[in-house]
C-alpha cells in the first residue's frame, strides 16, 4: 500500500457506510484488539485511512468464512509480521496451506471433526464450543469441554488460551450488542467458579514472600486476578487472594496483619483505576511494592504513568513473569507522572459542583431521556470525569466515552440524538457552576462537543495564571 492510502481522512460515518458495520462494533474492535487504529482530530473525533478500510472488509471476509473476529485479527497480524500483505490478491490469496485448514475447522461443528489436529488447532475449537455452550446456557456442555481440556492440555494453557480468551470474546460480543448480559455473566460465573475450585486445592506454598492480590474500589471483575493467584499457587507462591472491591482502610488494616512482600492490583475500567492509584500511594507511603495492570491500561497506554508501582503490561501470558521478576527484587517504585496542582484543586472543586451540574442537568433534559437512563448516564460521566481528574489528564478519558456511549445507546436503547442533548446540557451546567478552578473540565467538554470555549472563560483562565 502507498503512504497516501494510509492518510487518515474519512469520518466514522464515512466508515460505517462503506463496510456495513455498525459504530458501536468498530469502537468495540479498536478498544478490544487495537483493529482499525484512527488518527484523532484535535476535538477527539475518528479518523480512519482508506487502509484502515480495507482491513476491516477483509476482517469481514474472514467472519463470513466462519473464523471469529479475534482469530482473524491473529491471522492478519501474523501475516503482517511475516512480511505478507493480507490485502492483495483479493484479500484471501494469501492464506496459506496452514490458515486455510484454520479457516476449514472454523466452518466445521467441533462434533464433527475426526481427524487429530494441532495443538493449537484443537485447544482453539474446543474454545469455539465452550463459547457456544455458554451462549446456549449449557452449563453441563461447558463443564465438560473445560474438564476434557485440563485432561488434554496443561493447566495454564486451558486457563489462558481458552477460558480467558473465550471470556475476551464474550465480552467483545456483549459490547457489539451481539451477546446479552445474561450471557456474559453465565460465562464469567462458570468461569469463576472453575478458578476458585483450583485454586482450593492448590499444594502447600514453598517459597519465601507473601502476595496479596484483589481488586480496588468498585472493581467487580475478578477473573484476572483469581487467574494470578492461581497461577502463582502453581508456581509455589505464597499466595493471598483479597477478591473484589478492596477498601482502602480494609487493605491498610491487613497489611499490618499480612506483612506482603508485594500486592498485586488489577483495574478494568477508568474510575477503579482512580480507586487503585489511591491504594498505590497508601503502598507506596508504608513501603510496600505495588505491581499492577488491567484491561483499561491496555486502552489508554499513558495511564500507567499516573500510578506508583510495577505496571505488568498488556500481556497476561507474560504476567506471571513480571511478578517473579519484581518478587527477586522487591522494591517500591514511585509514578513517572505526577498529578498536577491545577488538576488536583479541579478535582476538588468539580466535587463541591457536581451535584448541582446534575441536578441542572436533571431539570434541562429530564422530559427527554427515561429517568432511569439519565441517572445511568449521571453515574457513569460523573465518576469518569472523577476519575480522570485525579489521575491527572482529561485525555484519558476518550475511549470512556465511547464506551459509555456504547453503553446507553447500544444496551440500553438510548436514542443518540438523547445521548447529545444530555452531552450539550452537562456542559452548559458545567459553563454555568465551574470556577477557572475547574477549567480542565469546561476545555474537555469543549473539545468534545466541538465548542469554543468562552472568551469570558479563557480571559479568566489566564488572569488566575
Known amino acids: 500500500m502507498t503512504y497516501s492510502d494510509k492518510t487518515p481522512i474519512y469520518n466514522l460515518k464515512a466508515v460505517v457506510q462503506e463496510t456495513g458495520l455498525k459504530a458501536d462494533t468498530l469502537r468495540a474492535w479498536e478498544r478490544r484488539y487495537g483493529v482499525p487504529a484512527p488518527q484523532r482530530t ?116 486451558v486457563c489462558l488460551d481458552l477460558i480467558q480468551r473465550g471470556l475476551r470474546e464474550i465480552g467483545a460480543g456483549w459490547e457489539e450488542g451481539r451477546v446479552t448480559v445474561q450471557q456474559e455473566h453465565f460465562a464469567s460465573a462458570l468461569a469463576i467458579r472453575r478458578m476458585e475450585s483450583m485454586l482450593s486445592s492448590t499444594p502447600t506454598p514453598t517459597r519465601p514472600g507473601r502476595i496479596l492480590v484483589g481488586c480496588p474500589p468498585e472493581e467487580e471483575h475478578t477473573f484476572v486476578p483469581l487467574l494470578i493467584s492461581l497461577l502463582l499457587r502453581r508456581r509455589s507462591w505464597d499466595v493471598v487472594y483479597l477478591g473484589a472491591n478492596v477498601p482502602l482502610r480494609s487493605l491498610e488494616a491487613t497489611l499490618g496483619v499480612l506483612r506482603p512482600s508485594l500486592v498485586v492490583l488489577t483495574a478494568q475500567q477508568l474510575y477503579t483505576a482512580a480507586g487503585l492509584m489511591e491504594l498505590a500511594e497508601l503502598l507506596l507511603r508504608v513501603r510496600v511494592p505495588l505491581a499492577f495492570g488491567g484491561m483499561v491500561f491496555t486502552e489508554v497506554p499513558r495511564l500507567p504513568e499516573s500510578i506508583p508501582g510495577h505496571y505488568l503490561g498488556d500481556r497476561l501470558e507474560r504476567v506471571i513473569e513480571g511478578v517473579e521478576q519484581i518478587m527477586a527484587h522487591p522494591r517500591p517504585q514511585p509514578a513517572l507522572h505526577q498529578v498536577s496542582y491545577e488538576y488536583r484543586e479541579a478535582l476538588d472543586h468539580f466535587r463541591s459542583r457536581q451535584a448541582l451540574i446534575e441536578a441542572e442537568v436533571w431539570e434541562r433534559v429530564g422530559h427527554q431521556v427515561p429517568k432511569r437512563l439519565l441517572g445511568l448516564a449521571n453515574l457513569n460521566f460523573g465518576r469518569n470525569l472523577l476519575a480522570a481528574l485525579t489521575l491527572g489528564s482529561m485525555d484519558y478519558l476518550d475511549t470512556e466515552v465511547d464506551w459509555i456511549e456504547g453503553l446507553l445507546v447500544t444496551h440500553h436503547q438510548m436514542p443518540a440524538e438523547a445521548l447529545e442533548g444530555y452531552l450539550n446540557s452537562y456542559y452548559e451546567a458545567a459553563l454555568r457552576h465551574l470556577d477557572p478552578a475547574g477549567g480542565v473540565v469546561v476545555e474537555w467538554l469543549s473539545r468534545l462537543l466541538g465548542r469554543s470555549v468562552p472568551q469570558r472563560r479563557l480571559h479568566r483562565e489566564v488572569v488566575r495564571k
Not at 79 to 103: H, Q, S
Not at 104 to 117: D, H, I, M, N, Y
Request: one cysteine or more; hydrophobic letters at 40%; charged letters at 30%.
Open 42 to 157: 484535535e476535538s477527539g473525533h475518528r479518523l480512519y485511512s482508506e487502509y484502515d478500510i480495507e482491513v476491516l472488509k477483509w476482517l469481514i471476509v474472514r467472519q463470513e468464512e466462519g473464523m471469529s473476529i479475534s482469530r482473524a485479527i491473529e491471522l492478519l497480524s501474523r501475516l503482517e509480521e511475516e512480511g505478507k500483505n493480507p490485502l492483495e490478491a483479493g484479500g484471501g490469496a494469501v492464506v496459506g496451506a496452514e490458515e486455510g485448514r484454520w479457516l476449514e475447522s472454523s466452518r466445521v461443528s467441533p462434533a464433527a471433526v475426526k481427524a487429530p489436529l494441532g495443538e493449537a488447532g484443537a485447544l482453539a475449537q474446543m474454545r469455539e464450543e465452550w463459547i457456544e455452550g455458554c451462549m446456549r446456557f449449557d452449563e453441563l456442555r461447558a463443564e465438560q469441554l473445560l474438564t476434557q481440556a485440563f485432561g488434554l492440555f496443561p493447566a495454564e494453557v
